[in-house]
């Protein structure tokens, strides 16, 4: 039914909105559900819905909705003949507020699910679905290392410390390298040096660099002097 739809897909918008329903017999107005529960796994979960009817008794049933690999979802009655299973009658609050009880004890991961509560009357024209309360049903993270506080900050610390010891050690790795690699350059550049005066006569090149500061300190007009002097001394030495 329509109504039936609608009450169902806005369950999680009007959760704490109060609804009323007047279908000219009856009104019948829809208390705010918890929107969602989350119980750990063989716990007890204790769900609950409430309305409050102008006239007579509503009966009550407890319906969950699964969502299927699809995407989509129906609600399918609980399972009130399961041992893990409890609905009691209702009870009846001092404002008039009519509210049941869903008890699931050791909760189990496919009790996961929407829960709401379907109401019915000889004097409503459809039947209505509260607004409904999500239970999530949860695995606790089991510790493969169960170890006190001061245990972790004594492993960080070490930790620490280690990652410390290992930036040092690469640091003094590379300037070790460094410095071998300029000793090798100034070998290197050392040993080219020496290679370019390696083929030279060091005797000649004495002779030649005495000759050419003698000319510059005696002068050109000294030089022709000596040479005209020096062929008189071999013009007078033959016979």
């Known amino acids: 039914a329509f109504l039936v739809s609608s009450f169902f897909l806005s369950s999680v918008f009007w959760a704490n909105l109060g609804v009323h329903v007047d279908l000219s017999r009856i ?6 559900d918890r929107p969602s529960l989350r119980v750990q796994l063989s716990h007890t979960a204790h769900l609950r819905c409430c ?10 049933t407890w319906f969950i909705s699964i969502q299927t690999v699809n995407g989509t979802s129906a ?3 609980v399972d009130q003949r399961d041992n893990h299973v ?19 004890r050791e909760a189990r991961l496919n009790d996961s699910g929407l829960y709401q509560c379907f109401l019915n009357h000889s004097a409503l024209q459809h039947s209505v679905y509260t607004h409904g309360t999500f239970l999530q049903v949860y695995r606790p993270m089991v510790k493969i290392l169960d170890i006190s506080e001061s245990t972790k900050n004594s492993i960080l610390t070490a930790e620490a410390m280690l990652l410390m ?17 300029n000793q090798l350059k100034k070998k290197r550049v050392k040993e080219e040096e020496e290679n370019i005066y390696e083929g030279l006569n060091l005797e000649e090149c004495c002779s030649t660099y005495d000759q050419i ?16 002097m020096e062929e008189e001394e071999i013009q007078l030495e033959k016979p």
């Open 27 to 32: 009104q019948l107005t829809l208390e705010p």
């Open 51 to 60: 309305f409050s009817a102008t006239r007579g008794a509503v009966e009550t």
């Open 75 to 77: 609600p399918q009655g």
């Open 86 to 104: 409890t609905v009691d009658g209702g009870n009846l609050t001092a404002a008039g507020v009519m509210c049941h009880t869903l008890i699931l």
């Open 165 to 181: 010891v290992a930036v040092l050690l690469h640091g003094t790795m590379m300037l070790c390298k460094t410095k071998k690699l």
């Open 213 to 228: 500061q003698r000319s510059l300190v005696q002068g050109p007009y000294q030089d022709v002097g000596n040479m005209i």
